[in-house]
């Protein structure tokens, strides 16, 4: 298993424009977790799955934020007419049931919205 | 709301010697705490843990001890090594909640050959 894998690894947008994010977490992770970071911070939560169920969503996670996770795999992290607050470091991480051992977080994508 | 404080953006230290990063938090129910380590164009990587029924936690070089009271926590690296140059981030959750990390800013280490 390679680990955490998010693709693009970086993606540059227009204002308005749409875009979507890829995340592949360990295969058998069964939670999967997406935190946004930006410059000089820490990484924020935006929500999670226990497989294919979305349990959590920060308050962060506007209207034009939408995360699936179909199957309990892979999972997409959309943004729709971005702006250029958007603009950081997409990370996303997985987990065994319980995470106390820590997530595996993927090298993240890094969006640039001009 | 910063629920998890590092206020040293920088910390350098000579190798051979010892780094110390500290992390102080606000929220009285968070009842685990993380480390991780973060290299450029990587994700973080998970260094050590502690829960609230321990004040310390030991692993090889690493050692995380955790002032309930103060509500502050610290990583201690002994010997530190250039290898270890990174920015470091603590983490803290809410009890029985491993689903949502609230995490500091962040504190780059240097060590110095």
């Known amino acids: 298993d390679t680990g955490v894998s998010q693709n693009p690894r970086h993606k540059i947008t227009k204002r308005g424009q749409n875009v979507t994010f890829r995340c592949d977490p360990i295969?058998?992770?069964?939670?999967l977790y997406w935190y946004r970071q930006t410059l000089g911070q820490g990484p924020e939560f935006l929500t999670y799955?226990?497989?294919?169920?979305?349990?959590?969503k920060s308050r962060l996670l506007s209207d034009r934020f939408s995360a699936e996770r179909p199957k309990g795999s892979f999972s997409t992290l959309e943004i729709q007419r971005t702006e250029q607050g958007d603009s950081a470091m997409y990370l996303c991480?997985?987990?065994?049931?319980?995470?106390?051992?820590?997530?595996?977080f993927g090298s993240g994508t890094r969006l640039t919205v001009v | 709301d910063q629920q998890v404080k590092q206020n040293s953006p920088s910390l350098s230290v000579q190798e051979g010697r010892i780094s110390i990063l500290n992390c102080d938090y606000t929220?009285?129910?968070?009842?685990?705490f993380l480390w991780y380590k973060k290299y450029p164009a990587e994700g973080p990587t998970f260094l050590i843990s502690?829960?609230?029924?321990?004040d310390k936690n030991e692993d090889g070089r690493f050692t995380v001890f955790l002032n309930k009271s103060a509500k502050h926590l610290s990583l201690h690296i002994v010997p530190s090594q250039p290898g270890d140059s990174a920015v470091y981030f603590c983490?803290?959750?809410?009890?029985?909640?491993?689903?949502?990390?609230?995490f500091g800013s962040g504190t780059k280490l240097n060590v110095k050959p």
């Open positions: 502690i829960s609230s029924i321990k």
């Open positions: 929220n009285s129910m968070f009842d685990y």
């Open positions: 983490a803290a959750s809410p009890p029985y909640n491993f689903n949502k990390f609230y």
């Open positions: 991480a997985s987990s065994l049931e319980k995470g106390e051992a820590g997530y595996t």
């Open positions: 295969s058998e992770h069964n939670r």
């Open positions: 799955f226990q497989n294919e169920a979305q349990l959590e």
